[in-house]
């Protein structure tokens, strides 16, 4: 009886030790939560300047959206800007704790922007501390800001309190356009780690909105390994989003006789054919199945009927075929498998793959490309025809 | 209470399951072609099974400490017993440093010795109620965890590549040969523990169907989770140190179900319990048969604080332990489960002991 009692108060004891909390626990006012992450080329060599933009809890509950301002902000600001230059990105975490009251903490992190003299050096250093730190996590989008990537941190909100959520929903929101592409830090590795297949990366600036600082698409930073090498249009981004099946919904004008139409992509959905070729070289036939349908159109014309809707489709066909012979077109100008081909070939023939893989960028460079597209019609909205009286 | 063959055939799943959530090893051989590494390993682990049954079928309702005796001889069996004994031993050890390692990489600051007193003393509680006890956990654990494999998969459908797999069996015959004995003596043959639980199971010769049935449910959940990490994570396979900790860390349903990799911490800590309190039992049986003492309570605290004690400084760091598991462990575990089983079982039928017995 007197083990059982001794036995149930050492139970207790231990119990009320673990269960009361972790002992290093961190209290939402210890902490800095780390927003948006901007890493730009630091002024002396090998130097890394670090931009963290971190939520201030306590002020985001009283700010309007829009009154947002950095380090040297008055009180109601929702955020606040820290830089610092060091070698190492962990290094300079560290080092930023002497200029922030709070532990710095990254688990919320959603962007990491680099700037593109950054990207152009490489992002690989960059990138490490990210994949590494338990405490991050690989879903985080990562891109590259024309000029430096700090100033993205300190664009203009509209209807988020900080530009990095601003930035989030913005390439979150992309899947309407399918011409930016969505890339998370796991894609990247994913792709350096391939060997063959160049990351893109979603490419943005800062512009001047009648005055105020606004974030703006361009499309996408291409890379070759860890290194920036040049960029793909809008357009160009999405046909290559064509080909690595990854178009959700999108629109593309399409002229018709006197009419146009924003012929809008429902669906879309793609498959790459490679084969070898008897000369050793390498085909790729790429075939796009999509459905469209009329966004809106201009002109009186009627599209939506039987004998205007097969041009509609043909006229869509020709646009996505052309987005993709561009993609092609200037992916091989740089020299940058951002298909991913020599993956597939990899997979799908690896002996072949062993030979060409010394010399991949020259086989990609000379690879045949055959682009076929289907187009099928969907409905034309709640509207029949065009705000027009009929033609008697 | 005796054991069923139902609940120490899950007990004996839970136990696959514990290292099926650790499969780092088998990546670092086959990459893309691990799946293959599970099959051939479970068909080579059935014919070891085969052997472990026909030993407790010439043996039936005897434990491994005494069927050695009874086969080689009162100081040979003994001394082979003795070398089960600090096998079993060393299993509990390094099963504690993967389940510190694990919660240390969630929780960094957290001191290893913390965790695995807190660990081995909740086990050692567990072997102190008995074999029943620990048993009768298995088939909740078991079901909690096909579940909560079966809705990460689920969550993680988007991600999901098949090409991933391709191209398969492209690496050398050796490199075959070297993952599907990774995975035969670490999670899959290690069930050969069980031989310690015969005395308390209901059928005096039933551990065949005991481990048949906890290595097939064990291998088909280890191919689910080597064939989902494969086609989700791709190429980061090879640099991740918690490969199926990350897969689950990728769940982001709509900004809203995202984080959810504590239920996989949650099971892979139950699995664990299981585990050990397994192995825990299994050495302190083996131990009070081989000094043939009936007083468990001494042996057990001795045991909790020697594993304790060579649990936080068997490996000086992470790297050590990773190396260990990768090279050694195998060669290690083989001798004990599957030389030593098949030399006592050629023993046993050259003695005809097989017959005798019938």
Redesign the interface.
Known sequence: MKHRIYRFLFAALILALLLAGCYDRRELNTLGFVMGVAIDKGENKDEIELSLQMAKVTGSDQSEPGSGSKESGTGGDSYINVSASGESINQIVRDMEYKVSRRIYVPHNQVVVFGEDMARQGIRDGMDFFARAPEARATVYVLVAKGKAADILEADTVFEKMPSSDLKKIIDEQDITSTVPQTTLYDIMNDILSRSKAPILPYIEIIDDKGSKRINCLGSAVFKNDKMIGHMDLQQTRGTLYVLDKVQTGTMTVKFKDAAAAAEIRQSKSKVKLSLKKDGGVKAEIQVRQTVGIGDQKGTLNIANAENIPVLLKESEKTVKEEIMAAIDKAKELGADVFGFGKSIYRKYPRKWKEIEENWEEVFREMETVVKVKSKADGSGRIMRPIAPAVQ | MKISVKQAGYTAAAFIFTSALLTKGVYMYLRQDSWVAVILSFLVSLIFVYIYATLNKWFPSKSLIEINEAVFGKIIGKIISAGYLFYFFTLIILNARDISGFVG??????PYVVIMV?FI?TCSWAVRKGAWNIASYGPLIVFVSLFVIMLNGLFLINDIEL?RL??AF?FPPIKYIAGTHLLTALPLCEIFVFFMFVPYLQKADGLGKVLFRGLTVGAAALLFIVIRDIVI????L??LSQPTY?VI??I?VG?IL?RVEILYAGILISLMFIKISVLYYATITAAARLVKTSSHDYLIRITGALAVIFGLSVFSAEYEHMDWTNRAAPIYSSFFIMLLPLLTLGTAAIRGLNRKNK
């Open positions: 990489y969630i929780l960094p600051t957290t807190a003393y090409n391709a191209p492209t994570l791709g190429d980061t090879l640099i990350s860390r990728l982001d900004d995202t």
